[in-house]
């Protein structure tokens, strides 16, 4: 792996060398990580005129292999206790000789910002833009086998959760449970805090789970994610609970299952990240539901779980192959409830198969 990260380390280098910058500061964690293997808290990379060097707040903690940096780098640790290695390692910059730094504009808060001018005034500070998110976009196939296990954990938990007894428990409590299951079976945690959705809240986006019992009936909407190696994806289903469904939840299920393979299938490289999104909401428009529609039908995942692409109606670009997406339509009816279906999948070119789908839990309607 070093070989890998030297060679991203490179490409962000030549970018800023492109646009007049000597030296490079990276300091949002999920783009240190991308290029130096581990993102200790608090550290930055220097990506410097005549070597790069890992900053850290604190000796970083070896005792996991993915805690690890990339061992071909340098690791410098602030001597100061509470120090900011962001400006430590503007200085450093300066000690090398070099006469321009691009910074993160986008992730430096103001204050730290004059912080960095102030300990090398002589150094002209440039904005590197979202350089590292744009490479971050398409994923070399070991990065897509972590996501490629993640999920088959996140499978697995979500199956494990759906063959026991779910009448009469929470939503706080079944999420809980979700998240403890994913650890057990080896994910680092959660991507991000476990939704279980019931009746009158099932299908809402983002929805935080409550207190709320599951109760014969209801739609139950559950959108988990597991962390591997710091890859994260995700997946939702609903069901519905205990009885055969009613015909307005089949018909409700029916509509978004079938935005959703529209959405899925519309994966293709070259394609435009909005024409996906049209296609996944054209179904749904159709039927009546603009109004009760995400803004989104899906986004880009890897080591955040909301990267680059946006599958948006105003998105722009295109798709390229090895891009991991979810492709997530919903529908939520308020004080009745809905239904979200969510996949995470690879695009790739038609003579590879298609897209290739992560997340394999049935998506046919089972009652509970």
Avoid at 3 to 13: D, F, G, N, Q, S
Avoid at 282 to 291: F, K, M, W
């Amino acid at each position: 792996m070093s070989e890998v990260y030297a060679v991203r380390r490179t490409r962000v280098r030549e970018c800023c060398n492109a646009g007049g910058s000597a030296a490079a500061l990276v300091s949002r964690p999920a783009n240190v990580r991308y290029l130096a293997g581990a993102a200790p808290e608090g550290a930055v990379l220097l990506l410097g005129r005549t070597e790069d060097v890992l900053v850290c707040a604190g000796p970083p903690d070896d005792r996991s292999p993915q805690a690890r940096p990339d061992e071909a780098l340098r690791v410098h640790v602030v001597p100061r206790a509470g120090g900011d290695a962001a400006v430590a390692a503007a200085g450093l910059a300066a000690a090398q000789g070099a006469d321009s730094l691009a910074v993160e504009e986008h992730h430096l808060t103001v204050a730290r910002h004059r912080a960095i001018r102030s300990v090398a005034s002589r150094l002209r500070l440039a904005d590197v833009g979202c350089t590292v998110e744009q490479l971050r976009v398409v994923k070399d196939e070991e990065e897509i086998s972590c996501l490629r296990i993640g999920a088959e954990i996140a499978d697995q938990a979500l199956g494990e959760l759906l063959e026991s007894i779910l009448v009469g428990r929470t939503e706080r409590h079944l999420a809980l449970e979700l998240e403890r299951r994913l650890v057990d079976h080896g994910a680092d945690g959660p991507a991000f805090p476990t939704s279980v959705a019931t009746g009158p809240h099932a299908g809402r986006p983002g929805h935080r789970p409550t207190d709320r019992r599951v109760e014969e009936g209801d739609f139950l909407s559950v959108c988990l994610g597991a962390t591997y190696r710091g890859y994260r994806c995700e997946i939702g289903r609903t069901f519905v609970i205990g009885t055969a469904p009613a015909d307005w939840q089949i018909e409700l299920y029916d509509l978004v299952f079938s935005a959703q393979r529209a959405g899925r299938e519309s994966l293709v490289p070259g394609a435009a990240c909005r024409d996906v999104d049209r296609a996944a909401r054209h179904v749904l428009d159709s039927a009546g539901y603009a109004d009760a529609l995400p803004a989104l039908t899906g986004h880009g995942v890897g080591l955040e779980i909301d990267e680059d692409p946006r599958l948006t109606p105003a998105a722009m670009g295109k798709l390229d192959a090895c891009v991991p997406v979810t492709v997530e339509p919903g529908v939520h009816l308020p004080g009745r409830g809905g239904v979200r279906i969510d996949d995470t999948l690879v695009v790739r070119p038609e003579a590879d198969g298609g897209p290739e789908l992560l997340t394999i839990t049935t998506k046919e309607l089972l009652a509970l």
